[in-house]
């Protein structure tokens, strides 16, 4: 008898993206919890992707940080929370005292709660006096903030996730959607399979999966958004694609803006050619457009990560301003944000620039209605230090003292060798994280452990605006606390009022409460308003539904939200009208130079998040792509000198890194592709924060990932290798490795400059097998220079490795699924000593599809001998792709080429 666990089931949200899906968190017999997807939340109703699927594998408690720790001359000592609080308490007032409120400063983090981002801004802006509390959301989305501020005077996200699923037409620019925000993605898939005739164009400089389902990809030239988006706005012009009526009663700044767009973007012909399309690719995206009046663009990193930022964000609305597209059901421009609560933030005014509740340091009425409410003593009334430049500050000693919430700014800052610097010469450095050992963490003279996922409990706000319950579904380990606790400690130790809060639940009432506080026409009116949600209960707080914001109560006690902004043309600027902005546009700072030629891109992978401290710690995931790697044109590796599978070092103006050259990532000319992920604890030199230039947005701030001039040259080595090891290894001697996460081992795929005269000893000794009498089954060719040992602890395989000059080893694949075997057969003993399974099907290739582990060997197999031709036949046949679906554009690339590649067989 089956019986269902769902009422035992905790109600949470997702730990990773902006779309901010609904998880059930089930517990099981055997005291782990199932994760799925929560079928009653509007944002993914029911779905999960892989990252969301595997969250139970990264809840473990291996490398927590469970105990305050302090940093002394002979190390870390583990303190008391009194200790360790003291300790920072003390430091801060003498700092302040000396050097005034500015030389301290937060860098926090999208992953907050609200609860804890709100306590967080509290302190720093109303307590200690200083706006110096940056956020690394300032990396991912303050352009889009910005773009929103100056187009509706305030930061105001005018659309919701149903709107996706009306529109006639979904432009994604700068945004790979079908790997970075998957559910949004096979929403828009679901609604276009059911509408066949709703179109789906895609602008970015690379050919991404979100590009295989696409009706048009745009692959314009990286920077060049503004001259394509003021292009568009001067043929609808042009064409009289425009609502007058609308442009006349609802907004200002229309000539202005047309002056500037026709002044460099008249021409179609010059357009295409600087935007490097196809002019009839640029016309049929054009004529789609003016003929399409339910649009939606979305925009995400590509659009926000540029120096040109949130000129590129005003350009896109100013093309809905043009035509009223906005307001209504299925139209309207849309930031899809990158991290959980990247929102929230945004509410509590997380980034240096804003103050809480959508209102702005520099108004002293803002100034006046915040402090009021918090009856604070020291307000900040200027602009804090944007996380540029607050590490360049660190670094110049202007800033003394730094605390790192829940980031790693050493991996994911720009120019990050300038970061490590920084912390290097800075007098106290704090961090509150879940893991002991980062490369933050590192650096750090407090150590302080934060509640992680299933641990923390309070509210997220998603992409569209949407507040949803995170709850807490595992006990708190060791001594963690949630961060709003320890910043509160923290405060109250400063000698401060106001900060004691019973729970969570106080302090997101505060929250509301300022929402609403003196929020009305005739005082300080802001649109951002959950003054409905104040004053609940304890209990309906715990119970509280995912819920849009504005949300307000109605005379008779009803709560009112609004699913999309502005349907009634009214705006947040004071004179009630939204603005078209005059964006000229320009290209990157930065241009590439004989002696950097390319021009390096980054962003995310599919199954993993942003420096891998939680997604490294799941073998389902590390299945998909295992190491960084620099994906480039075929041409540029010719005349880099580099050869796909090889390593190959890249190198800008600021640093370098190590990566594996690959094609196929469709890259055009000019440009590499190199993700974010690796961090110094899971490769030796793949940092490529470490190579991004620090240039930033005038406007918002916000760093140029998408575009850096690089060189990529080989990375020479002797030889390659890799080992699967049930222990942990010390790999510090060797030229290059990456560490990945394997189901009851790790792998470490390795490249090696010294040269080694006795493998066996060598090997003995790095993998610690002193015992003579081991069971150490090896092979060796000299001649070749290939070797391969296995170590066997009664009949089950305790670790390998593997060694060769040539890149062609073994299928890593097939040798993991060795490690699942509780003994060794004969069979899988010859196939370890010849270097290859004797089993026909044992090598299942890399993974594909990471929510049914089903390999590439695999799918292709089945694409021949079962003559698949669709993807949905290889779902039926295999399950591949049925889940989250986020790798049936691979599936679909992958059938296409294997049948390609069968017919040339047959011909
Ligand atoms: S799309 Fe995936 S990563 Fe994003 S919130 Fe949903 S489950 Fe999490």
Same mark, same amino acid.
């Given at each position: 008898?089956?019986?269902?666990?769902?009422?035992?089931?905790?109600?949470?949200?997702?730990?990773?993206?902006?779309?901010?899906?609904?998880?059930?968190?089930?517990?099981?017999?055997?005291?782990?919890?199932?994760?799925?997807?929560?079928?009653?939340?509007?944002?993914?109703?029911?779905?999960?992707?892989?990252?969301?699927?595997?969250?139970?594998?990264?809840?473990?408690?291996?490398?927590?940080?469970?105990?305050?720790?302090?940093?002394?001359?002979?190390?870390?000592?583990?303190?008391?929370?009194?200790?360790?609080?003291?300790?920072?308490?003390?430091?801060?007032?003498?700092?302040?005292?000396?050097?005034?409120?500015?030389?301290?400063?937060? @860098?926090?983090?999208?992953?907050?709660?609200?609860?804890?981002?709100?306590?967080?801004?509290?302190?720093?802006?109303?307590?200690?006096?200083?706006?110096?509390?940056?956020?690394?959301?300032?990396?991912?989305?303050?352009?889009?903030?910005?773009? @929103?501020?100056?187009?509706?005077?305030?930061?105001?996200?005018?659309?919701?996730?149903?709107?996706?699923?009306?529109?006639?037409?979904?432009?994604?620019?700068?945004?790979?959607?079908?790997?970075?925000?998957?559910?949004?993605?096979?929403?828009?898939?679901?609604?276009?399979?059911?509408?066949?005739?709703?179109?789906?164009?895609?602008?970015?400089?690379?050919?991404?999966?979100?590009?295989?389902?696409?009706?048009?990809?745009?692959?314009?030239?990286?920077?060049?958004?503004?001259?394509?988006?003021?292009?568009?706005?001067?043929?609808?012009?042009?064409?009289?694609? *425009?609502?007058?009526?609308?442009?006349?009663?609802?907004?200002?700044?229309?000539?202005?803006?047309?002056?500037?767009?026709?002044?460099?973007?008249?021409?179609?012909?010059?357009?295409?050619?600087?935007?490097?399309?196809?002019?009839?690719?640029?016309?049929?995206?054009?004529?789609?457009?003016?003929?399409?009046?339910?649009?939606?663009?979305?925009?995400?990193?590509? !659009?926000?990560?540029?120096?040109?930022?949130?000129?590129?964000?005003?350009?896109?609305?100013?093309? &809905?301003?043009?035509?009223?597209?906005?307001?209504?059901?299925?139209?309207?421009?849309?930031?899809?944000?990158?991290?959980?609560?990247?929102?929230?933030?945004?509410?509590?005014?997380?980034?240096?620039?804003?103050?809480?509740?959508?209102?702005?340091?520099?108004?002293?009425?803002?100034?006046?209605?915040?402090?009021?409410?918090?009856?604070?003593?020291?307000?900040?009334?200027?602009?804090?230090?944007?996380?540029?430049?607050?590490?360049?500050?660190?670094?110049?000693?202007?800033?003394?003292?730094?605390?790192?919430?829940?980031?790693?700014?050493?991996?994911?800052?720009?120019?990050?060798?300038?970061?490590?610097?920084?912390?290097?010469?800075?007098?106290?450095?704090?961090?509150?994280?879940?893991?002991?050992?980062?490369?933050?963490?590192?650096?750090?003279?407090?150590?302080?452990?934060?509640?992680?996922?299933?641990?923390?409990?309070?509210?997220?706000?998603?992409?569209?605006?949407?507040?949803?319950?995170?709850?807490?579904?595992?006990?708190?380990?060791?001594?963690?606390?949630?961060?709003?606790?320890?910043?509160?400690?923290?405060?109250?130790?400063?000698?401060?009022?106001?900060?004691?809060?019973?729970?969570?639940?106080?302090?997101?009432?505060?929250?509301?409460?300022?929402?609403?506080?003196?929020?009305?026409?005739?005082?300080?009116?802001?649109?951002?308003?959950?003054?409905?949600?104040?004053?609940?209960?304890?209990?309906?707080?715990?119970?509280?539904?995912?819920?849009?914001?504005?949300?307000?109560?109605?005379?008779?006690?009803?709560?009112?939200?609004?699913?999309?902004?502005?349907?009634?043309?009214?705006?947040?600027?004071?004179?009630?009208?939204?603005?078209?902005?005059?964006?000229?546009?320009?290209?990157?700072?930065?241009?590439?130079?004989?002696?950097?030629?390319?021009?390096?891109?980054?962003?995310?992978?599919?199954?993993?998040?942003?420096?891998?401290?939680?997604?490294?710690?799941?073998?389902?995931?590390?299945?998909?792509?295992?190491?960084?790697?620099?994906?480039?044109?075929?041409?540029?590796?010719?005349?880099?000198? *580099?050869?796909?599978?090889?390593?190959?070092?890249?190198?800008?103006?600021?640093?370098?890194?190590?990566?594996?050259?690959?094609?196929?990532?469709?890259?055009?000319?000019?440009?590499?592709?190199?993700?974010?992920?690796?961090?110094?604890?899971?490769?030796?030199?793949?940092?490529?924060?470490?190579? !991004?230039?620090?240039?930033?947005?005038?406007?918002?701030?916000?760093?140029?990932?998408?575009?850096?001039?690089?060189?990529?040259?080989?990375?020479?080595?002797?030889?390659?290798?890799?080992?699967?090891?049930?222990?942990?290894?010390?790999?510090?001697?060797?030229?290059?490795?990456?560490?990945?996460?394997?189901?009851?081992?790790?792998?470490?795929?390795?490249?090696?400059?010294?040269?080694?005269?006795? &493998?066996?000893?060598?090997?003995?000794?790095?993998?610690?097998?002193?015992?003579?009498?081991?069971?150490?089954?090896?092979?060796?060719?000299?001649?070749?220079?290939?070797?391969?040992?296995?170590?066997?602890?009664?009949?089950?395989?305790?670790?390998?490795?593997?060694?060769?000059?040539?890149?062609?080893?073994?299928?890593?694949?097939?040798?993991?699924?060795?490690?699942?075997?509780?003994?060794?057969?004969?069979?899988?003993?010859?196939?370890?000593?010849?270097?290859?399974?004797?089993?026909?099907?044992?090598?299942?290739?890399?993974?594909?599809?990471?929510?049914?582990?089903?390999?590439?060997?695999?799918?292709?197999?089945?694409?021949?001998?079962?003559?698949?031709?669709?993807?949905?036949?290889?779902?039926?046949?295999?399950?591949?792709?049925?889940?989250?679906?986020?790798?049936?554009?691979?599936?679909?690339?992958?059938?296409?080429?294997?049948?390609?590649?069968?017919?040339? *067989?047959?011909?």
């Amino acid at each position: 008898m089956n019986l269902s666990t769902d009422h035992l089931a905790i109600r949470t949200t997702c730990a990773y993206c902006g779309v901010g899906c609904g998880v059930q968190a089930t517990p099981k017999d055997d005291g782990t919890f199932a994760i799925a997807g929560d079928k009653q939340h509007p944002a993914n109703k029911g779905r999960l992707c892989v990252k969301g699927s595997t969250l139970g594998e990264t809840v473990g408690l291996e490398g927590r940080l469970l105990y305050p720790q302090v940093r002394e001359a002979d190390g870390l000592r583990r303190v008391s929370w009194d200790a360790a609080l003291d300790k920072v308490a003390g430091e801060w007032r003498r700092i302040i005292a000396e050097h005034g409120p500015d030389a301290v400063a937060l @860098y926090v983090s999208g992953q907050l709660l609200t609860e804890d981002y709100y306590v967080a801004n509290k302190l720093m802006k109303g307590y200690i006096g200083s706006a110096n509390i940056d956020t690394n959301s300032r990396l991912c989305m303050s352009s889009a903030v910005a773009g @929103y501020k100056r187009a509706f005077g305030e930061d105001l996200v005018p659309v919701c996730y149903d709107d996706l699923e009306l529109a006639d037409m979904i432009v994604l620019v700068g945004s790979n959607t079908a790997w970075c925000h998957p559910i949004l993605f096979q929403r828009i898939l679901k609604a276009k399979e059911a509408r066949p005739e709703m179109k789906l164009v895609v602008i970015d400089p690379r050919r991404t999966a979100t590009c295989e389902l696409a009706d048009l990809h745009l692959p314009v030239k990286a920077g060049t958004d503004v001259w394509l988006f003021n292009g568009l706005l001067n043929y609808l012009s042009r064409i009289g694609a *425009v609502d007058p009526r609308f442009i006349e009663q609802h907004t200002n700044g229309f000539q202005a803006a047309l002056d500037v767009a026709h002044a460099d973007c008249a021409d179609l012909a010059v357009v295409a050619k600087i935007c490097r399309v196809e002019l009839s690719l640029l016309l049929e995206f054009y004529e789609l457009f003016a003929a399409t009046h339910k649009t939606i663009t979305a925009y995400s990193m590509g !659009v926000n990560q540029s120096s040109a930022g949130t000129d590129k964000a005003n350009a896109i609305i100013n093309c &809905h301003l043009i035509g009223g597209r906005l307001g209504k059901p299925g139209m309207g421009p849309f930031s899809i944000t990158g991290q959980p609560n990247a929102m929230g933030g945004r509410e509590v005014g997380g980034l240096a620039n804003m103050l809480a509740a959508h209102m702005d340091l520099e108004r002293a009425e803002h100034r006046d209605v915040v402090q009021t409410f918090w009856e604070s003593p020291a307000m900040a009334d200027k602009g804090g230090l944007k996380a540029v430049d607050l590490f360049q500050a660190i670094e110049e000693g202007k800033v003394k003292s730094v605390w790192v919430i829940a980031t790693n700014p050493v991996v994911s800052m720009p120019d990050a060798d300038q970061v490590r610097r920084a912390l290097d010469k800075c007098e106290l450095v704090v961090t509150s994280d879940i893991m002991q050992d980062t490369d933050t963490t590192a650096y750090a003279d407090v150590l302080l452990p934060a509640l992680g996922w299933g641990e923390k409990d309070g509210t997220v706000t998603n992409s569209e605006r949407r507040i949803s319950r995170q709850r807490a579904f595992l006990s708190a380990p060791g001594e963690a606390l949630p961060d709003w606790k320890i910043l509160s400690l923290f405060a109250q130790r400063m000698g401060y009022t106001g900060f004691d809060f019973g729970g969570q639940h106080g302090v997101f009432d505060e929250h509301a409460r300022l929402s609403g506080f003196r929020n009305a026409a005739a005082d300080v009116p802001r649109a951002f308003d959950m003054s409905g949600l104040a004053g609940l209960q304890q209990s309906d707080y715990d119970a509280l539904e995912p819920t849009q914001w504005p949300v307000r109560r109605t005379a008779s006690g009803e709560l009112q939200t609004e699913v999309r902004l502005f349907k009634d043309g009214v705006f947040a600027h004071a004179d009630g009208k939204a603005r078209f902005i005059a964006t000229a546009p320009r290209l990157p700072r930065n241009a590439v130079s004989e002696e950097y030629p390319l021009s390096l891109n980054t962003g995310r992978v599919r199954d993993q998040w942003h420096t891998m401290t939680r997604t490294g710690k799941s073998a389902t995931l590390a299945d998909h792509i295992a190491e960084s790697f620099v994906d480039m044109h075929p041409q540029d590796a010719l005349l880099s000198g *580099v050869k796909e599978g090889e390593l190959a070092r890249v190198t800008s103006e600021w640093g370098a890194m190590v990566a594996r050259v690959q094609h196929g990532g469709g890259i055009p000319r000019g440009s590499v592709f190199i993700p974010i992920h690796w961090s110094g604890q899971t490769a030796s030199d793949a940092r490529v924060g470490a190579v !991004v230039n620090p240039v930033v947005d005038p406007v918002s701030g916000e760093p140029e990932f998408k575009h850096t001039p690089v060189r990529v040259e080989q990375f020479r080595v002797n030889w390659h290798g890799f080992i699967l090891s049930r222990d942990a290894l010390n790999l510090d001697s060797i030229a290059h490795w990456t560490r990945i996460q394997g189901r009851e081992f790790a792998r470490y795929e390795l490249a090696g400059r010294n040269t080694i005269k006795d &493998h066996a000893g060598w090997s003995r000794a790095l993998l610690g097998v002193g015992d003579p009498d081991a069971d150490w089954l090896e092979y060796e060719d000299k001649t070749a220079g290939v070797y391969r040992a296995v170590h066997v602890v009664n009949d089950r395989i305790e670790q390998c490795i593997f060694m060769s000059p040539r890149q062609d080893m073994p299928s890593r694949a097939w040798l993991a699924s060795l490690f699942a075997k509780e003994q060794l057969s004969e069979i899988d003993r010859i196939g370890l000593l010849v270097g290859m399974p004797v089993e026909k099907g044992a090598d299942t290739g890399p993974t594909v599809c990471s929510c049914f582990g089903v390999g590439r060997n695999t799918i292709c197999n089945a694409i021949i001998e079962k003559d698949l031709k669709t993807v949905a036949e290889v779902t039926a046949c295999l399950k591949a792709g049925g889940n989250c679906g986020s790798c049936v554009p691979e599936i679909k690339k992958i059938l296409v080429q294997t049948r390609v590649e069968a017919e040339e *067989v047959r011909l």
